[in-house]
T-cell receptor, first 111, second 110 residues
């Protein structure tokens, strides 16, 4: 039972490069989320998908796009990476009010 | 908008001492509240939910609506409790859109 799987675990990008972070869950959860974690700022919601076919902006969506490919997969794309996007990114999924299940995170550095 | 405040960035306690991690929230409705824990180099994981009124790893948390608080407590700290703890608030509605606090690092001194 894998839960939530994120790839890659680590990535270094040059300013202006693009990349896609992948997330997949095998728990049949309806809702999926992307957060970024920065020191002293906790976790901030980038985008979420309440159910398959829908996506909405969170607290810090600028510079990101998402795709809910199907019920299992929710990807996060950085079109033109900036040093301010250096962070640890977490994907999570949930069903109703049972709490989140998190992926292991992607540590992204933009130089 | 909802807000979660964890006033302590770092809390250091000796092994065997009581622990209280503070969490205050602001929200006009009836929130769902959670504590998440992140051990070193591990993913965040759900520790407990207020609606379950459960005790996990000896930790408990009571929702005080009058004081809008959801403090996490443990009577006797263990070294393995050292971790980052996040308080979180969810607005129900068929899906969760959770607001997290900035976290408190608990350091248990042997």
């Amino acid at each position: 039972n894998a839960g939530v799987t994120q790839t890659p675990k680590f990535q270094v990008l040059k300013t202006g490069q693009s990349m896609t972070l992948q997330c997949a869950q095998d728990m049949n959860h309806n809702s999926m989320y992307w957060y970024r974690q920065d020191p002293g700022m906790g976790l901030r919601l980038i985008y979420y998908s309440a159910s398959e076919g829908t996506t909405d902006k969170g607290e810090v969506p600028n510079g990101y796009n998402v795709s809910r490919l199907n019920k299992r997969e929710f990807s996060l794309r950085l079109e033109s990476a900036a040093p301010s996007q250096t962070s640890v990114y977490f994907c999570a999924s949930s069903e109703w009010d049972y709490g989140y299940t998190f992926g292991s995170g992607t540590r992204l550095t933009v130089v | 908008a909802q807000r979660v405040t964890q006033p302590e960035k770092l809390l250091s306690v000796f092994k065997g001492a009581p622990v209280e991690l503070k969490c205050n929230y602001s929200y006009s409705g009836s929130p769902e509240l959670f504590w998440y824990v992140q051990y070193s180099r591990q993913r965040l994981q759900l520790l407990l939910r207020h609606i379950s009124r459960e005790s996990i790893k000896g930790f408990t948390a009571d929702l005080n609506k009058g004081e809008t608080s959801f403090h996490l407590k443990k009577p006797f700290a263990q070294e393995e409790d050292s971790a980052m703890y996040y308080c979180a608030l969810s607005i129900s509605g068929g899906y969760q859109k959770v607001t997290f606090g900035t976290g408190t690092k608990l350091q248990v001194i042997p």
